[in-house]
């Protein structure tokens, strides 16, 4: 298997560990009884720290580069996908779902800006957040 096809095979497989930690943080916080704004922001905070970790070790094996720069440019790149990026794509698509059923009409603009910030992760993270130093 190509090098690049298995790094971006892993990096799927971090997007479902880190939002089934976002989901189930949730879903165990809401029931629990804390606020929807708190258990949304401590869920999203667990699944980032996920995504950071698994995508650092595992994902893309950046095992060298300072940790916290890293950090930083993740949660730059991640927290605008997140909430700049993704609901300018929401915008941009919700007509297209116009005259759909209600469920469409609301799923189908999120979807497609999920499958855009796709995209725009690992294309950031390859390139800036976790990228490999050449070697001379």
């Given at each position: 298997?190509?090098?690049?096809l298995?790094?971006?095979?892993?990096?799927?497989?971090?997007?479902?560990?880190?939002?089934?930690?976002?989901?189930?943080s949730?879903?165990?916080?809401?029931?629990?009884?804390?606020?929807?704004?708190?258990?949304?922001?401590?869920?999203?905070?667990?699944?980032?720290?996920?995504?950071?970790?698994?995508?650092?070790?595992?994902?893309?094996?950046?095992?060298?580069?300072?940790?916290?720069?890293?950090?930083?440019?993740?949660?730059?790149?991640?927290?605008?996908?997140?909430?700049?990026?993704?609901p300018?794509?929401?915008?941009?698509?919700?007509?297209?779902?116009?005259?759909?059923?209600?469920?469409?009409?609301?799923?189908?603009?999120?979807?497609?800006?999920?499958?855009?910030?796709?995209?725009?992760?690992?294309?950031?993270?390859s390139?800036?957040?976790?990228?490999?130093?050449?070697?001379?």
């Amino acid at each position: 298997m190509k090098p690049e096809l298995a790094t971006k095979i892993r990096f799927g497989l971090v997007g479902i560990a880190n939002t089934l930690v976002d989901l189930v943080s949730y879903t165990l916080l809401s029931l629990a009884g804390v606020p929807m704004v708190v258990a949304n922001l401590v869920s999203t905070s667990a699944g980032m720290a996920c995504s950071f970790t698994l995508n650092r070790s595992f994902t893309f094996r950046a095992r060298t580069g300072d940790v916290k720069s890293q950090a930083v440019l993740f949660l730059l790149v991640t927290g605008f996908g997140l909430w700049v990026v993704q609901p300018i794509v929401i915008s941009l698509v919700s007509g297209a779902f116009e005259g759909t059923h209600p469920v469409v009409a609301v799923v189908g603009p999120k979807l497609s800006a999920l499958v855009f910030n796709l995209v725009w992760n690992y294309t950031l993270y390859s390139r800036l957040v976790f990228r490999q130093k050449e070697t001379a």
